[in-house]
């Protein structure tokens, strides 16, 4: 599977999640490909290849708010550098007022404003969105802005209202690091000092911008202290989907300490855990590809080792084989699009690269000890 093959499915996923998650319609617009999970701009005189050059005139800075006046909706729009398009959020309607700098005022005569989702605050959008793509393309530096990480995030648009205690957040993810038991204390003490909203007024939505921020924030800190990335960031999606199916304050907050007591648990694991750079480059490299054809030889060539010897040594070290845990991995991807997603049992079986989705089933029944269908219909929680 190619760059762009690959690229094509996350998207589509990433689409797929973030309609499904806020009923708001997403597109992804380039010279290349369309994408999108409803029509967004024109009607049925127009076509949707002429979005691309509408939007590369009308806008030109990589993340702004389109609002038409005349209709009162509003599109949040990506640019995403190193597939050369945008991710358009929209169309939706909301009272909350932007600053200038951030929104383009256009006309948009002619095109298509139906279903309408009501949004509190713009920021709402904006984060849920970084998250998304952040999570979908962490092995892509390019995708997204890189000065924008934590510091963006929190103040969003409301730079000049809030105060946010730095100096005692960079001293709390120290101490996560170090899986130290004052990493609480200190915690407790900025949410005490701090004024920041998250982007919205309304306290469920506040809450909810505030865990995604925070996942997004301590599953980059365990990456870069040796947590393999494909744990971190496939337990930090699911908590996404948690977040945002949650109704109440009372979830939110149950979920506010699960989310830290797994993230500082996982960091506590991985200090005493044995494995080697050598197995988590392997780890990794699976993770970064299970929407590939990836095998034993493709890990072998990344490794520039022969395939013979890639797996006797991960199998010494992990204790299963080398292909068994390219297919677990899979399935555990697979997994969790069964349960988080509606996507149809056949497209998670193409989008992972399995020949069939009679040879899916099998292997999924071989690891999961039930079919698909049956995994989809219980939905188990997820570990």
Not at 113 to 139: A, P
Not at 179 to 185: G, K, Q, Y
Not at 227 to 253: C, G, H, W
Request: hydrophobic share 35%.
């Amino acid at each position: 599977m190619t760059f762009l093959d690959t690229n094509h499915v996350k998207l589509n996923e990433l689409i797929r999640m973030f309609t499904n998650i806020t009923n708001i319609a997403v597109g992804y617009y380039s010279k290349k490909f369309v994408i999108s999970s409803a029509q967004q701009f024109w009607n049925e005189n127009k076509n949707e290849k002429e979005i691309f050059p509408f939007l590369y005139k009308n806008v030109e800075t990589v993340e702004c708010f389109l609002h038409d006046k005349e209709t009162a909706i509003y599109y949040f729009s990506l640019w995403v550098p190193t597939l050369e398009g945008f991710i358009i959020v929209g169309p939706y309607q909301s009272l909350d007022t932007l600053p200038e700098k951030c929104r383009v005022i256009l006309q948009l005569t002619g095109m298509l404003h139906t279903d309408r989702t009501y949004v509190s605050e713009h920021q709402s959008v904006r984060t849920m969105m970084n998250s998304l793509v952040r999570h979908y393309f962490y092995y892509y530096p390019g995708i997204v802005q890189s000065d924008d990480w934590i510091t963006k995030e929190l103040n969003g648009f409301h730079a000049d209202y809030v105060y946010y205690p730095y100096t005692l957040e960079k001293e709390f993810l120290d101490y996560f690091r170090e899986t130290d038991p004052a990493t609480f204390e200190v915690l407790s003490e900025i949410e005490s000092q701090s004024n920041i909203k998250f982007g919205s007024g309304d306290p469920q939505r506040h809450l909810k911008n505030k865990l995604i921020t925070i996942g997004t924030i301590l599953s980059r800190t365990i990456i870069e202290s040796g947590v393999p990335a494909s744990e971190a960031l496939t337990m930090n999606i699911n908590y996404l989907f948690e977040i945002e199916k949650a109704d109440n304050l009372r979830q939110l907050n149950e979920l506010n300490s699960k989310i830290l007591d797994s993230f500082f648990t996982m960091i506590q694991k991985e200090r005493h855990e044995t494995f080697t750079p050598f197995v988590r480059k392997i780890r990794d490299f699976i993770y970064a590809h299970l929407n590939e054809r990836v095998d034993v030889q493709s890990v072998a060539d990344h490794m520039n080792l022969s395939a013979g010897y890639v797996s006797t040594v991960f199998k010494q070290e992990c204790g299963l084989s080398l292909k068994r845990y390219i297919l677990e991995e899979k399935i555990k991807e697979a997994k969790r699009m069964l349960h988080y997603s509606d996507i149809s049992i056949s497209d998670i079986a193409v989008s992972l690269c399995f020949n069939d989705q009679t040879y899916f089933t099998k292997v999924f029944k071989k690891i999961a000890k039930q079919t698909p269908l049956q995994y989809r219909k219980n939905r188990p929680p997820l570990p």
